[in-house]
């Protein structure tokens, strides 16, 4: 096999993070090899976070034991500092060197290879692995390596394939940096969402109704406060709300172009009269339904068009993750209908609408990634290029940092995408704008001009939280539980002393409700140290304790579930103000330490 030029990074290289992490991929599947030889691999990518590898292991399931067996072996070749090296083949010389190593899904791999692409292999030690790299130049550079975890998986995610066992790890270039980011995963392991769901009593599920949640009675009332949020600020920037049909007959999704390129992820009902009927994935096409039902002139866009209702998808099971990957969804769904002419100022009010909501949330800041063309896409090259040229003249107009993504744009325009970081650095994306030329003339759409003629219309696709349920998943997470008070299930939690306390707790609880304000009063005759612990864990904005002193002033002893100690203040200045907290939306606490 003739040995390439070499294709390896160095630390100077912006990519050396994820080439280490590429090549520590391979530093487990050697490791795995060793220790389990009858192993045959399929794909182990770089991702942001680390690599992972999907081995088949015969029917064997990997144990925490066999993780530190893994990670040991791993120890050992990067002491044995192995020289990487490059080699390329042609396709028949490929497959047979797989398959006499008894690798036979890499067959598969090969075959996909397309034609103008070299079939490379990296080699190191005894260990020979189908790669496009890139690498490091040897296994000594990967020092700082860590396995994570492990879970099962299925060859190209199905079910009918071969049950895979999926090792996660992650590398980088210093122990400070790895230290860092194992700090990190442990206090995400802290901030689960699915952990904190019970934990509050936010939300569950069941296998009876799988990867759809069930909304307990204070997750609902999180829920419905960032959608009564949202529509509030509809009325603001002139949103019309809309309902528009659960299920569609099949011909809406071959205009819209659906069942091309999204099928295997909706779900098929039939009628009485074998029409196949689908419940929706997405909004858009009923929103150009919706346009259609009367010519619009001119004059009446842009026309702004939202909706909450329940989308669904069919997500392999083995995607489903808690809040963060459901098969029915809720979206703060928005198209707007306009004018070529309109585009950029609908663009600029939508990022100034993006930024009251995420301020509201304590997401200080955000990046901006603009995804362009996918492979599997609708529309012309013409109308693709218009679109993307538009979208990034945008951005540089408003001297807004971004970043291109090749290929993840939806299937009819690109779109930019917001990224967020959490409390504790992770990224994620949770807004989008898209701009879209395809399906208004799928649709055949228009609108009467000013000339009396007809036009086609453009189409923006957008939203700010996306999904509501991904949304709460994230959120959670980020501010692990502790509510801003206008969020809070519970914004207010009575705990009277004793007995001769609670008339007055029961006259503060209605002060209280009478203006709108989540309050519990917890009268039970017990410790007041159990109550206020339970406040405590239920992440009560505000506990309030009353005794003698506080009966006798009309004021409360306020706490909060973090133990910050505000002080004493008067039930009507302590009412004024979380009103004028809630009002405000703040992110933080308006009391201070009386």
Same mark, same amino acid.
């Not at 080699?87 to 034609?115: C, H, N, W």
């Not at 995610?157 to 995963?185: P, S, V």
């Not at 009251?356 to 013409?382: C, N």
């Not at 036009?455 to 501010?479: D, K, N, Q, T």
């Given at each position: ?5 070499e294709? #390896?990074r160095s ?31 399929t ?14 292991m ?31 083949m ?22 996909s ?8 292999f ?27 975890s492990?879970?099962g ?40 969402h ?7 009593d ?21 829920f419905?406060q ?12 002139d949103?019309?709300?809309v ?8 011909r809406?999704?071959e ?5 091309e ?17 689908y419940?929706?994935p ?18 009446e866009?842009?026309?702004? *068009? ?19 990957r459901?098969?029915?969804?809720s979206?703060?769904?928005?198209h ?21 909501v ?14 362009l ?20 003249? #945008?951005l540089?107009k ?12 939806? *299937? ?23 701009l ?6 799928r649709?055949?759409?228009e609108?009467?001009?000013?000339d009396?003629?007809r ?8 939203a700010?939280f996306g999904?509501?349920?991904? #949304?709460?998943g ?10 801003p008070?206008w969020l ?40 007041m ?6 406040a ?9 304790? *009353?005794?003698?002193?506080?009966m ?25 103000k979380? *009103?004028?907290?809630?009002?405000a ?10």
């Amino acid at each position: 096999m003739p040995e390439l030029m070499e294709k #390896f990074r160095s630390p100077q290289d912006k990519d050396y993070r994820f080439a280490i992490r590429h090549s520590a991929s391979h530093l487990m599947a050697q490791a795995v090899l060793r220790l389990f030889p009858n192993s045959k691999l399929t794909v182990g990518p770089a991702t942001d976070e680390g690599f992972f590898y999907d081995i088949d292991m015969s029917g064997k399931t990997i144990t925490p034991e066999d993780l530190s067996k893994i990670e040991e072996m791993m120890k050992k070749i990067v002491k044995e500092n192995f020289p990487v090296k490059c080699l390329e083949m042609d396709r028949a010389a490929a497959k047979d060197f797989v398959k006499k190593q008894g690798q036979t899904y890499k067959l598969e791999l090969i075959d996909s290879i397309p034609a103008n692409e070299a079939v490379t292999f990296y080699s190191q030690g005894e260990f020979t692995d189908l790669c496009e790299g890139p690498h490091v130049k040897s296994t000594g550079e990967l020092k700082h390596v860590k396995l994570l975890s492990f879970s099962g998986a299925y060859w190209k995610g199905d079910q009918a394939n071969a049950q895979l066992q999926r090792i996660y790890g992650t590398a980088f270039e210093t122990k400070e940096l790895l230290d860092a980011h194992l700090k990190m995963l442990d206090e995400a392991k802290k901030r689960d969402h699915r952990e904190l769901g019970k934990k509050l009593d936010l939300f569950s599920f069941h296998e009876w109704s799988p990867g759809i949640p069930f909304f307990h009675a204070n997750g609902t009332e999180v829920f419905n406060q960032m959608a009564d949020y949202i529509r509030e600020l509809y009325r603001t920037y002139d949103y019309h709300e809309v309902q528009t049909p659960l299920m569609f007959d099949e011909r809406l999704y071959e205009t819209s172009g659906h069942i091309e390129t999204f099928k295997e992820n909706m779900f098929v009902l039939k009628d009485d009269d074998e029409r196949s009927l689908y419940l929706k994935p997405m909004n858009c096409p009923g929103h150009c339904l919706f346009y259609q039902h009367r010519l619009w002139s001119y004059k009446e866009l842009p026309m702004r *068009i939202a909706e909450f209702s329940k989308l669904h998808r069919n997500e392999r099971s083995g995607a489903l993750h808690g809040m963060m990957r459901v098969r029915a969804m809720s979206q703060d769904d928005a198209h707007i209908f306009c004018r070529e002419d309109q585009v950029e100022a609908e663009t600029e009010k939508f990022l100034d609408f993006l930024a009251q909501v995420y301020k509201a949330f304590g997401f200080k800041s955000y990046e901006v990634k603009l995804a362009l063309r996918p492979e599997k896409r609708l529309g012309s090259d013409e109308i693709w290029d218009k679109a993307e040229q538009i979208l990034e003249k #945008f951005l540089k107009k408003r001297d807004m940092p971004y970043e291109l993504v090749s290929g993840e744009g939806a *299937i009819y325009g690109p779109k930019y995408e917001f990224h967020v970081r959490d409390a504790i650095g992770r990224s994620w994306q949770l807004a989008t704008l898209q701009l879209d030329y395809v399906m208004p003339e799928r649709f055949g759409l228009e609108y009467v001009g000013e000339d009396s003629k007809r036009h086609r219309p453009v189409m923006l696709h957008r939203a700010i939280f996306g999904s509501l349920e991904r #949304f709460f998943g994230v959120y959670l997470e980020h501010c692990e539980g502790y509510y801003p008070t206008w969020l809070a299930p519970t914004q207010v939690y009575l705990v009277p002393i004793r007995e001769n306390h609670a008339a007055f707790a029961a006259e503060v609880t209605a002060q209280l409700k009478a203006k709108g304000i989540r309050v519990i009063n917890d009268s039970e005759n017990s410790n007041m140290g159990g109550r206020v612990r339970k406040a405590t864990n239920l992440r009560v904005p505000y506990i309030a304790v *009353i005794g003698d002193r506080e009966m006798e002033s009309k004021s409360l002893a306020i706490k909060t579930s973090k133990n910050l100690d505000l002080g004493t203040h008067q039930v009507s200045d302590f009412i004024s103000k979380i *009103i004028c907290e809630i009002e405000a939306r703040s992110p933080e606490s308006m009391l201070r330490p009386s």
